[in-house]
């Protein structure tokens, strides 16, 4: 059983480009997060999926960011017209769903915005 | 609103010293917490995870103690080697939906 998959591992746009990041989570799991980390920080919650369904999405920014868990592929985290103080750290954990609490991390995707 | 708190922000002993990670949170309604472990520019590795039921969890030379009615859990860490040397993070499942609230972390470092 494959754990949690992200890509790119790491991924550089300019300023005003998109970036899409990618997570397949673990076979079986049907609940998803996406946390961010700041240079030098902790994470931060970022947003709640389960198949089809944003359950969550407090901690994600209004503007430009959007995410997606569709009923068949990986979860998409899409930042629109990113901006430098989008570079950081984006990690994907999931979960089964029933029966469990515990999640589980992907590598997590590195952005830097230039 | 949940809050966790690490102290110290940074840590640097001797190799083969015991040593003690502190992590505080402001809710006792927690589901969950875990202690990760994050080397620079990597992922995380989870390293303990105990249930709100649980008083600790033990993994090899580590220890890891939840006492809800305080708002703390400590990660010990036995016989301490450079291999050691990293960031360690706690988190807590706060919430109905699980999502957990992070520390900021002690950046750990073992001398030689």
């Known amino acids: 059983n494959a754990g949690v998959m992200q890509n790119p591992r790491h991924l550089v746009r300019r300023r005003g480009q998109e970036a899409r990041l990618r997570c397949s989570p673990m076979?079986?799991?049907?609940?998803v997060y996406w946390y961010r980390q700041l240079p030098e920080e902790g994470l931060k919650f970022m947003v709640y999926?389960?198949?089809?369904?944003?359950?969550?999405e407090s901690g994600m920014p209004k503007e430009r960011f959007s995410a997606e868990f569709p009923k068949e592929g990986p979860s998409i985290l899409r930042i629109q017209q990113v901006v430098r103080g989008d570079s950081a750290a984006y990690f994907c954990?999931?979960?089964?769903?029933?029966?469990?609490?515990?999640?589980?991390f992907g590598p997590g995707t590195r952005l830097t915005v230039t | 609103k949940q809050e966790v708190t690490q102290i110290p922000a940074a840590l640097s002993v001797p190799e083969g010293e015991n040593l003690v990670l502190n992590c505080s949170f402001t809710?006792?309604?927690?589901?969950?917490l875990q202690w990760f472990r994050q080397d620079p520019g990597k992922g995380l590795t989870s390293l303990l995870l105990?249930?709100?039921s649980q008083r600790e969890q033990t993994s090899g030379r580590l220890n890891a103690s939840l006492d809800k009615s305080s708002g703390r859990s400590t990660l010990y860490i036995a016989a301490s080697q450079p291999g050691d040397s990293a960031t360690y993070l706690c988190?807590?499942?706060?919430?109905?939906?699980?999502?957990?609230?992070w520390g900021a972390g002690t950046k750990l470092i073992i001398k030689p």
């Open positions: 105990i249930q709100s």
């Open positions: 988190a807590a499942g706060p919430g109905s939906n699980y999502q957990l609230i």
């Open positions: 999926l389960q198949k089809e369904n944003i359950i969550d």
């Open positions: 809710d006792s309604a927690i589901y969950n």
């Open positions: 076979k079986g799991h049907s609940h």
């Open positions: 954990a999931s979960r089964p769903g029933t029966g469990s609490n515990e999640q589980y």
